[in-house]
């Protein structure tokens, strides 16, 4: 069966291909039958609300566990996928799964899935949210899609009316990484946006007067808009503190939690109740 199901995708090794293309032929290989037999995995990273400390909800973050290299993370994956066309069939995947895994998570746990900007060129993303919507029972307004300024920089119109749509459902959308890349704050006039996410790099470098007046003006643009704000790399307890002092809508980072498999997660390690 290894052998009909591999056809047409395993690469010839030449002798003349130089190491990194060797390497990344493998790579290549190892990702195709990692979709295959299910080596991709999904943690999760808490999302608090900074003011009252709760847990809200969980980003899902996707994980390669590969059998020789051990634990791999999507830096290392996602860009090969895009380039190579598995990026539909991943991103469709994650969907589902967290879908699923979250419609298991007690009271409106949120679950905050990643897009990438290919996902949102075929046209077809509505229907996937819709068909993971509905596979897992999962109400719309527990599921957020995170987005980079990378998905809108072409202004297409195709890409308002899709993210609309998805919207419709009450499904959240997210501005991921606020504050890297174009960050053109017509952006986030243009599309619905729920949600600004500020960059890690801004929290981590809070310690800057420079950095503290940016983030600042982040959550006060938030609010402006009706949007909430979440700060992401949060390390040390000081950023706890200036987070809750200026008003800062949510958090995560390692010192909130790192990412876990679902049934790691905090309820699911409580005792349960009606157990036969
Ligand atoms: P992201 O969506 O901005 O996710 C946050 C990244 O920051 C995660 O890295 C997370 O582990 C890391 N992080 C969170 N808190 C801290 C902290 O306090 N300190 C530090 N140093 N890092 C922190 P990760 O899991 O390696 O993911 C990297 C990126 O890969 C994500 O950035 C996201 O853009 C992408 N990604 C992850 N899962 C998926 C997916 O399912 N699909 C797609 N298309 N992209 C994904
Ligand atoms: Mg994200
Ligand atoms: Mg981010
Ligand atoms: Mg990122």
């Given at each position: 069966a290894a052998k009909a199901d591999q056809r047409g995708t395993v690469r010839r090794f030449e002798p003349e291909m130089d190491a990194a293309a060797r390497e990344k032929a493998k790579l290549e290989n190892d990702l195709r039958r990692a979709v295959r037999h299910g080596e991709l995995v999904i943690h999760y990273m808490p999302l608090i609300?900074?003011?009252?400390?709760?847990?809200i909800g969980y980003e899902a973050l996707l994980r390669w566990q590969h059998p020789e290299r051990g634990l791999l993370y999507p830096d290392s994956f996602i860009g090969l996928s895009e380039e190579i066309g598995l990026i539909d069939v991943i991103g469709q995947y994650v969907l589902q799964a967290a879908c699923r895994e979250a419609?298991?998570?007690?009271?409106d746990l949120k679950v905050a899935v990643n897009a990438s900007p290919?996902?949102?060129?075929?046209?077809?993303l509505l229907n996937i949210v819709l068909q993971a919507l509905a596979m897992s029972?999962?109400?719309?307004?527990?599921l957020e899609i995170e987005i980079t300024e990378a998905v809108l920089m072409d202004r297409s119109p195709a890409i308002a009316h899709l993210l609309e749509s998805i919207r419709a459902l009450g499904v959240g959308i997210s501005m991921d990484d606020?504050?890297?890349?174009?960050?053109?704050?017509?952006y986030l006039l243009s599309y619905p946006f729920t949600k600004i996410k500020i960059d890690k790099s801004f929290i981590m470098g809070l310690a800057e007067p420079n950095s503290k007046a940016v983030v600042s003006a982040i959550i006060g643009l938030g609010k402006s808009l009706g949007m909430t704000v979440t700060a992401e790399?949060?390390?040390?307890p000081e950023h706890i503190e200036y987070l809750k002092g200026i008003g800062c809508g949510q958090g995560q980072g390692y010192l909130i939690g790192k990412t876990k498999p679902s049934d790691q997660l905090p309820h699911a390690q409580e005792p349960r109740r009606n157990v036969a």
């Open positions: 609300d900074i003011a009252g400390g709760d847990i419609a298991s998570w007690p009271g290919l996902q949102f060129r075929g046209g077809n029972g999962l109400d719309p307004s527990r606020f504050g890297t890349g174009y960050s053109s704050l017509s790399g949060i390390e040390e």
